[in-house]
């Protein structure tokens, strides 16, 4: 196998080093990829299965015939024509180029898979994290599912309350209005006995004065009285007053029987009138007292 040949081959080698696919964007903090993970048996597999140098030059006829063949016997069976190619490598040589190629492969290999399993471990150890943000995630809903509940029913209490409260305020309004009408008819009431109070004092006082009048006629009949009994016509005045003392006692009697039974009609009729406002009155009142505590049953 010539030099130019074998070149081509390592050339061909080093070129196609172990070329792993390129690893999907690296999420977000918190958040899990959608494609499941970096594959790294695959691109293992991957640089596996890539063709190196040895496999190459074992595949190649030239490099067959080399190694089978015995160093310099086959360049004495070439033709004259043979002293213008380029001269071949011995078996030995070939072999120490290959396995000092395959060592390079073999290196690039371990710090693939060394790079490789980092970026395992650090998928991994993001993947653990995104996990555990997950789950914390959803505790902290399901606390917050729980607060939201038990703010709800505490809103639904605090309305049921209200309604409440606002039913008694209305009850308790409703006896308030109530309560200042029994008021406003207590005080007219007051009113109407006040002024019948102050008709009966200005009656009394009227009966005062008159029973005042009554007595100083008295004492002036009587001293005219006594003046008439010390004169001489006293006799004749004495019996006039006889007379008309009798005479009054039986008009009195007449007249007393005729104003009893007038002052009797007049005082049943009277009574008749103050009974009726008086009832209707009372009637009134316990009409309304009744019917309020029926409102409120």
Do not use: C
């Not at 063709?51 to 015995?70: F, G, M, Q, R, Y």
């Not at 213008?84 to 030995?92: I, L, M, N, Q």
């Not at 060394?114 to 789950?135: F, I, N």
């Not at 004749?236 to 007393?256: L, P």
Request: charged share 35%; glycine share 6%.
């Amino acid at each position: 196998m010539s030099p130019s040949r074998f070149h081509e081959h390592l050339t061909s080698g080093l070129d196609s080093d172990v070329n792993l696919p390129t690893s999907p964007p690296l999420p977000s903090k918190g958040k899990t990829p959608d494609y499941n993970r970096i594959d790294v048996m695959a691109q293992i597999r991957a640089a596996t299965m890539i063709s190196t140098p040895l496999k190459e030059l074992l595949k190649d006829p030239a490099v067959i015939n080399t190694l089978h063949n015995v160093d310099g016997k086959k360049s004495h069976r070439q033709s004259s024509s043979s002293q213008h190619h380029e001269p071949f490598y011995s078996a030995s040589t070939l072999m120490n180029l290959v396995v000092a190629e395959e060592e390079k492969q073999a290196q690039h290999l371990r710090s693939t898979l060394r790079s490789t399993g980092d970026r395992l471990d650090q998928e991994m150890r993001r993947a653990k994290q995104a996990e555990s943000q997950a789950e914390f995630a959803e505790l902290r809903a399901r606390e917050l599912a729980v607060r939201v509940n038990a703010a709800e029913t505490g809103r639904r209490y605090a309305e049921l309350d209200v309604e409440r409260a606002s039913e008694e305020m209305r009850r308790h309004q409703m006896r308030i209005e109530s309560l200042e009408k029994q008021v406003t008819k207590l005080q007219a009431d007051i009113r109407v006995l006040e002024r019948q109070r102050n008709e009966a004092d200005e009656s009394a006082s009227r009966a005062r004065d008159t029973a005042r009048k009554f007595q100083t006629e008295l004492s002036r009949q009587q001293a005219k009285e006594k003046v008439i009994e010390e004169s001489p016509i006293y006799g004749r005045k004495k019996w006039f007053v006889t007379g008309h003392n009798e005479g009054w006692d039986a008009g009195y009697a007449e007249g007393y029987d005729d104003g009893r039974e007038d002052g009797f009609e007049e005082g049943r009729q009277y009574g008749i009138r103050e009974g009726r406002e008086s009832g209707f009155k009372q009637g009134r009142i316990m009409g309304r007292k009744e019917g309020f505590e029926n409102g409120l049953e």
